[in-house]
């Protein structure tokens, strides 16, 4: 009873942390979900000479195709930014970012790195369920029209996001025989398996919420390095990584884990 009573309670303060901000919520999670496009969308702008050296260096590309490459990664960001902040094109936005998103995978040769292709993935997971939100939004512009259950292209993006969105928290765990590091391992592991099957799901990641945006400020403090120093834009490049992926696991307090989950199964028992 103990631990029910527990689980009720954390559920409760959950529930209430809802009721209270679920006007603004869905809007905090989208800035926090584009914010890593925003960031390096400006970054190309400031950076362009070095953007446009570096993939010219890289790939032999020639002054042209490098100049086209940082063109392409600033409008399509920042454009994509725009639409989606403004709730137009959304679907539109979503599809160029993965195009940006697949394209910096090749470009700078992060396919060959498992930790920075895992919290790519996991950034797209926050780009699908996007999408999945915005299918949600202009779900009537078919009505009528026959289908094998209701919204359910969007159930299963839901579905691919909250399993994308738990690589980045792979890319956090330390094997280390310390006790704190494997109470962190278990404690991370356990809600990253919630978020993944839908179970408790809105709890489960809240807390990862919490947990993850404490990781991300004591780990990734950029302020605190000269800009001048590479491991200024190291840190700030995984501070807004790690924002984008806690505006994913905000979209799914707010949206819940919709249909393809065991939240929602409980329902029908």
């Known amino acids: 009873m103990g631990q029910n009573d527990l689980m009720s309670n954390a559920e409760d303060v959950a529930d209430q942390f809802l009721r209270v901000t679920k006007q603004y919520l869905p809007h905090v999670a989208r800035l926090c979900l584009i914010s890593t496009f925003l ?11 070095a953007q446009q050296d570096y993939i010219e260096a890289a790939w032999s590309c020639g002054y042209f195709l490098a100049a086209c490459f940082v063109l392409l990664n600033l409008l399509g960001q920042l454009g994509g930014c725009v639409l989606i902040l403004s709730r137009n094109f ?12 697949a394209l910096q995978t ?23 369920l996007l999408l999945a939100e915005s299918r949600g939004e202009g779900k009537s512009m078919f009505a009528g029209v026959p289908s094998m259950g209701e919204h359910s ?15 980045m928290f792979m ?7 310390s006790l704190i590091s494997i109470l962190q391992n278990l ?5 990253i398996v919630l978020v993944a099957i839908g179970f408790k799901t809105k709890l ?6 919490l947990w993850l945006f404490a990781v991300n400020v004591y780990f990734n403090a ?14 700030k490049y995984d501070f807004f990584q790690t924002m984008s992926v806690i505006g994913g696991l905000l979209l799914i307090v707010a949206l819940g884990p919709g249909g393809v989950s065991m939240d929602e199964k409980k329902k029908l028992w």
């Not at 959304?90 to 970012?97: D, I, K, P, R, S």
């Not at 890319?171 to 025989?177: M, R």
């Open 90 to 101: 959304v679907q539109y936005a979503c599809f160029a970012l993965f195009g940006i998103l």
């Open 204 to 209: 489960a990641a809240l807390t990862l919420v």
């Open 187 to 191: 404690v991370g592991t356990a809600l």
């Open 153 to 167: 292209p969007k159930q299963y993006m839901q579905l691919g996001g909250r399993v994308l969105l738990v690589l």
């Open 222 to 235: 950029f302020w605190t390095v000269p800009t001048y120093k590479p491991m200024h834009d190291f840190l």
């Open 171 to 177: 890319t956090l765990l330390h094997f280390d025989p």
């Open 106 to 128: 090749i470009a700078y040769s992060i396919l060959w790195d498992l930790k920075f292709l895992m919290r790519n993935l996991a950034l797209g997971g926050g780009l699908l």
């Open 39 to 49: 960031e390096d969308g400006i970054r190309m702008w400031f950076q362009w000479n």
